[in-house]
C-alpha cells in the first residue's frame, strides 16, 4: 500500500484538530513531519478530487476538510490515495486453457475470487467504520489540549 | 496483489481434487490455464517453501498436496505468494519533523496504524476461515463428476 495513505491520514487527523476556519498549506502540512511536500501535494490533490478537503487559494489559502470528520472514513481516504479496486483481481484463468470453462458452460461465480472478496469486503467494512473523528476523539483523549498545540504548530512560519 | 494469487489457489483446489496418489508436473498444471510454466513453477515453490505442496522428483513426481486440504486456508496461500507482511505499512511518520514525537513523549500505538490493523485481522480472519476443502466441496455441489473430469484431464499427456 502506498505510503500516501499514511501521510493522507494524518493530514486529515491534523486538518480536523486546527478546524474550518483556517486553511493550511501543502508546504506546512508536509514541513509538519517532515514529508516531501511535491508528492504529498498529489496525494492532497488526490483527496481534493474526492471530495476529502478542499483547497483555496490566496495567501491565506491552503487545505481544509472539505466535510465534517464525522463523514470522512479511514476507507475515504484509502479509496482516494489508492483507488477504489480491491487489492485481488481475479484474472478468470478458468475461462484459459485446454479445458476453459466458458460463460455458458459455467456461469457461476468463481469460488475463489468470492472467497477473496468476502475477505475484503471485511476489510472495507472495517475500514468504514471508523471515521477522522474517531481517531481525533481518541487523540484528545489522550492529548486534551492537543488542538491548541496544532493549531499553533500551523499557524506560525515555522509549520 | 500478485496474479501468482489466483494461479496457486487454483491449483491447489486442482490439487486437492486429484489427490495424494497423483503428482502433477508444473507444466501439466501451467497448461491447464495456459499459464507461463516458468512463472508458475516460481509460485509452486512458494507453497512448497511454506509447506502447503510437496514436489518430488522422476518420470512420475510432480507436485501434490503437503497437507490434507482441510488444512490448507486461503490465507495460508495468499501469505505463501505474497509474503506475511500487512498491506498497510506505519512509517510512523509521526515521530518524524520538527515536531516529532518521541518513543518517550508518546509511547502509545499510532491510532490510524490500529485502525489500519483492525482492518486488515478482519481480511485476515475471513481468509483464514476458509479452506481449500471448503472449495472444493462447492465445487463438487455444483459439478458432482467433477473430480474424475480434473483427474483424467492430469493423467493425460495433454494436460
Known amino acids: 500500500m502506498n505510503e500516501g495513505v499514511e501521510w493522507a491520514m494524518h ?7 486546527v478546524g474550518p476556519d483556517q486553511a493550511v498549506t501543502a508546504a506546512k502540512l508536509a514541513a509538519y513531519y517532515d514529508l516531501p511536500t511535491a508528492y ?14 478542499t483547497s483555496s487559494p490566496g495567501p491565506r489559502g491552503g487545505f481544509r476538510l472539505a466535510r ?13 490515495i489508492e483507488g477504489p479496486e480491491d487489492a485481488f483481481r481475479c484474472a478468470e484463468i478458468r475461462r484459459q ?7 455458458e458452460s ?13 475477505a475484503e469486503l471485511a476489510w472495507r467494512r472495517e475500514l468504514a467504520a471508523r471515521t ?5 476523539a481518541k487523540v484528545l483523549e489522550r492529548a486534551p489540549g492537543w488542538t491548541e498545540v496544532v493549531r499553533k504548530r500551523y499557524s506560525t512560519g515555522k509549520a
Open 97 to 103: 486453457g485446454p479445458h476453459a470453462e466458458s460463460r
Open 40 to 53: 504529498l501535494n498529489k496525494q492532497l490533490q488526490a483527496l481534493a478530487r474526492d471530495g476529502i478537503v
Open 11 to 17: 493530514c486529515c487527523v491534523n486538518l480536523s484538530l
Open 106 to 118: 459455467n456461469p457461476a461465480r468463481c469460488l475463489i475470487d468470492e472467497g477473496m472478496r468476502h
Open 132 to 136: 477522522i473523528a474517531d481517531i481525533r
Open 68 to 80: 465534517p470528520p464525522e463523514r470522512i472514513t479511514m476507507m475515504d481516504v484509502v479509496t482516494a
